[in-house]
C-alpha cells in the first residue's frame, strides 16, 4: 500500500472545502459523486514528496553502495600490495642466500683443486737430467 503521508496537506485541505461545502448545503448527489471520484483518485496518486523521498532513498542506497565498494577496493587493493611487498623479500632473500651458497661453493673449489696440485706438485722433483730429455 503506498504511503500517503506525504499528501496530508492536500487531504487536509480537500477535507476542509467538503466541510465548507456540506455546511452550506450547495452539495448534490452529483457533487457526492465527484467527490468520491476526486478521492479515488487522490487515493492512488503518487504525491511529489513522496517522489521526492523515493529519489533520496535511492540516492542513498546507491552513495552507500558506493562507499562500500570503495572500501573493499581499497582494503584488497592493501593487502594485495602487502602480499607482492612480502613475495618481493622473501624471493630477494633467497636469491641472496643461493648467491652466497653457490660463490662459497665454488670458493671451496678452487680452493681444494689448488690445494690438491700444490701438494702433487710438490711431491715432484725434476732434475736437468729429465728436462733434457735422457
Same mark, same amino acid.
Given at each position: 500500500?503506498?504511503?500517503?503521508?506525504?499528501?496530508?496537506?492536500?487531504?487536509? #485541505?480537500?477535507?476542509?472545502?467538503?466541510?465548507?461545502?456540506? !455546511?452550506?448545503?450547495? =452539495?448534490? *448527489?452529483?457533487?457526492?459523486?465527484?467527490?468520491?471520484? *476526486?478521492? %479515488?483518485?487522490?487515493?492512488?496518486?503518487?504525491?511529489?514528496?513522496?517522489?521526492?523521498? +523515493?529519489?533520496?532513498? #535511492?540516492?542513498?542506497?546507491?552513495?552507500?553502495?558506493?562507499? %562500500?565498494?570503495?572500501? !573493499?577496493?581499497?582494503? $584488497?587493493?592493501?593487502? $594485495?600490495?602487502?602480499?607482492?611487498?612480502?613475495?618481493?623479500?622473501?624471493?630477494? #632473500?633467497?636469491?641472496?642466500?643461493?648467491?652466497?651458497?653457490?660463490?662459497?661453493? /665454488?670458493?671451496?673449489?678452487?680452493?681444494? !683443486?689448488? %690445494?690438491? /696440485?700444490? %701438494? $702433487?706438485? +710438490?711431491?715432484?722433483?725434476?732434475?736437468?737430467?729429465?728436462? =733434457?730429455?735422457?
Amino acid at each position: 500500500m503506498p504511503d500517503y503521508t506525504s499528501l496530508s496537506t492536500q487531504i487536509d #485541505g480537500f477535507k476542509s472545502e467538503l466541510t465548507a461545502l456540506y !455546511a452550506s448545503g450547495q =452539495m448534490t *448527489a452529483k457533487d457526492l459523486i465527484y467527490i468520491a471520484k *476526486a478521492l %479515488n483518485e487522490l487515493g492512488t496518486l503518487l504525491g511529489v514528496d513522496d517522489i521526492a523521498a +523515493a529519489t533520496a532513498d #535511492g540516492v542513498s542506497t546507491l552513495s552507500t553502495a558506493q562507499t %562500500n565498494a570503495t572500501s !573493499a577496493i581499497t582494503t $584488497a587493493q592493501s593487502s $594485495a600490495t602487502t602480499a607482492v611487498s612480502s613475495a618481493q623479500t622473501t624471493a630477494t #632473500g633467497a636469491i641472496t642466500t643461493a648467491q652466497s651458497s653457490a660463490i662459497t661453493a /665454488i670458493t671451496s673449489a678452487q680452493t681444494t !683443486a689448488v %690445494n690438491t /696440485i700444490s %701438494n $702433487a706438485a +710438490a711431491g715432484i722433483t725434476v732434475s736437468p737430467l729429465m728436462l =733434457m730429455g735422457a
